[in-house]
Antibody
Framework: EVQLVESGGGLVQPGGSLRLSCAAS????????MEWVRQAPGKGLEWVGRIRNKANSYNTEYAASVKGRFTISRDDSKNSLYLQMNSLKTEDTAVYYC?????????????WGQGTLVSVSS | DIQMTQSPSTLFASVGDRVTITCRAS??????LAWYQQKPGKVPKFLIYKASSLESGVPSRFSGSGSGTEFTLTISSLQPDDFATYYC?????????FGQGTKLEIK
């Protein structure tokens, strides 16, 4: 059974940093691209970014709203995905979901974690 | 960036109704469109990929169509479990934007 479990959320002041983690199990983590999606309270889904697999040089892509502030990384030996968030703004307050990209043929997010809440407030 | 616009934002319907949600892209995305269902307090569920292919386990009352810039999600006969918010997402080019969502509510 595929499982994605996020951790690391919490309350942080504007300008602060936070690192989210996602522990993956039930599939060959190293084969898949992984992505982060967020959802502000009462709002819609917002794509945050992606990290490709080793075969694709672990390349990353980011939404403009987070580029230069957020960094996605992974450790295939630990089946783990990370989101380093720096220079946090109040508008970054959201539930952050770790997701698995289904693949180049199907192109969707087929598994989602339960999410971790990040609150940016003074 | 490609903008995704869903309509309507809210849709009122009854059990047994046939409903259609539209998703429009600001430029052509071929058929690289996914649909998701999200119930209150729950994680989004992947429904459809490549505009019209059903993800495994998704009931056949769900269907998708379209290509280029205009897409639809149709539920042929609404069931109580279908009242939720639906999102489209384009996977043609970075950033892989979502539509704003369509909330399907009981009439």
């Amino acid at each position: 059974e595929v499982q994605l479990v996020e951790s690391g959320g919490g309350l942080v002041q504007p300008g602060g940093s936070l690192r989210l983690s996602c522990a993956a199990s039930g599939f060959t983590f190293s084969d898949h691209y992984m992505e982060w999606v967020r959802q502000a309270p009462g709002k819609g889904l917002e794509w945050v970014g992606r990290i490709r697999n080793k075969a694709n040089s672990y390349n990353t892509e980011y939404a403009a709203s987070v580029k230069g502030r957020f960094t996605i990384s992974r450790d295939d030996s630990k089946n783990s995905l990370y989101l380093q968030m720096n220079s946090l703004k109040t508008e970054d307050t959201a539930v952050y979901y770790c997701t698995r990209y289904s693949g180049s043929y199907t192109r969707g997010l087929d598994y989602w974690g339960q999410g971790t809440l990040v609150s940016v407030s003074s | 960036d490609i903008q995704m616009t869903q309509s309507p934002s809210t849709l009122f319907a009854s059990v047994g109704d046939r409903v259609t949600i539209t998703c429009r892209a600001s430029q052509s995305i071929s058929n690289w469109l996914a649909w998701y269902q999200q119930k209150p307090g729950k994680v989004p569920k992947f429904l459809i990929y490549k505009a019209s292919s059903l993800e495994s386990g998704v009931p056949s009352r769900f269907s998708g169509s379209g290509s280029g810039t205009e897409f639809t999600l149709t539920i042929s006969s609404l069931q109580p479990d279908d009242f939720a918010t639906y999102y489209c997402q384009q996977y043609n080019s970075n950033p892989y934007t979502f539509g704003q969502g369509t909330k399907l509510e009981i009439k």
